[in-house]
């Protein structure tokens, strides 16, 4: 069991590294494009830091798909482990770090696409199956949500060009090499992960999903604690932010989603019962204390801390 633990926090650490280069060469190549800094962290980093999720889905499903396995519940338990992790654990120590201020239009309406997500997520939960229609459905609501913040960031871009702030920058071999590095990385990584995930369950005697969602989910949310904590460190509030709202909207609507596409997802009760239900109630809290203020206050952030460790002593419980 010591080797089965040993590869699966190393290949957790190649998630990492993998998402490391594709979230910090995506976001060179975005600022060569002359992209803002919110469409940058609800999309691209967004989507780069939420790479472990995604190939953990995918291969999950070429898996079910073969009929090797069926690891519907440790990839929907990491899917929802990371997507609370990011909105209580990650969010609540970037807040403790600085006070964040917000634009109060924006932020709304970035926050109205991660409650719809996860209200859509328990909607296709309910009958105990995320069928491949409903993956299809999710990746098309996923484009939607990218046609819009693409219009945004076409406005955002324009009336910088008018203020005479654009300045567009060669794009680096570098970066395209480290980008593609990393999708090796991660793709190999999430194969690994998976599998001895899996065996770790039936060594331990508990159930794969809480493997997901305790394990897995705090594993693939590393990447998101790193770039959110240095975000607010360095005071870039618009990329912190905007990468754990869009984050939550990529893991249900891509990584669920495309996985879904493939083979369909069967998702365990006490999932849609309590944990679907907490990620709804731990995203409405934050949203609310944004939106009342404009800004997320050091109290407000300990409050949403103690969220994640409420969840966490729920779940080790055996709730």
């Known amino acids: 069991m010591f080797t089965d633990l040993l590869i699966l926090f190393a290949s957790i650490i190649g998630l990492w590294i993998g998402a490391e280069l594709i979230t910090r060469s995506a976001i060179k190549i975005a600022k060569s494009l002359v992209l803002s800094e919110g469409f940058v962290g609800l999309t691209i980093v967004a989507l780069g830091t939420s790479f472990p999720e995604i190939t953990m889905s995918f291969t999950g499903a070429i898996q079910k798909l073969s009929g090797q396995s069926d690891p519907s519940s440790i990839v929907v338990g990491n899917v929802l482990g990371s997507s609370i992790n990011q909105l209580t654990l990650v969010l609540a120590l970037a807040g403790l770090l600085k ?136 005071g870039a509030l618009a990329l912190s932010v905007s990468n754990l709202v869009g984050s939550v909207v990529v893991n249900v609507f891509v990584a669920l989603g495309s996985g879904a596409a493939i083979a369909g997802w069967n998702v365990e009760r006490r999932l849609v019962e309590f944990d679907i239900p907490y990620l709804l109630f731990s995203v409405v809290v934050v ?33």
Do not use: C
């Open 99 to 234: 006070v964040m201020n917000f634009h109060k239009n924006r932020v709304f309406l970035d926050s109205a696409f991660s409650v719809a997500a996860v209200v859509a997520l328990y909607v296709m939960a309910q009958d105990g199956l995320i069928s491949r229609q409903e993956g299809l459905l999710s990746i098309l609501f996923y484009l939607m949500y990218i046609l819009f913040l693409s219009r945004r960031s076409f406005m955002e871009k324009l009336h910088s060009k008018i203020k005479g702030k654009i300045a567009r920058r060669k794009i680096k071999w570098q970066d395209i090499f480290k980008l593609i590095l990393g999708l090796v990385v991660i793709a190999k990584a999430s194969s690994m992960v998976l599998s001895k995930g899996v065996i770790l369950a039936s060594q331990l005697g508990i159930s794969e999903a809480t493997v997901g969602i305790l394990i897995l989910g705090f594993g693939s949310s590393l990447p998101e604690l790193i770039i959110s904590i240095n975000a607010a460190i360095k």
């Open 287 to 319: 949203v609310l204390f944004i939106l009342t203020k404009n800004k997320l206050e050091r109290n407000e952030s300990l409050l949403i801390l103690f969220l994640y460790l409420i969840y966490v002593s729920l779940k080790t419980t055996g709730f």
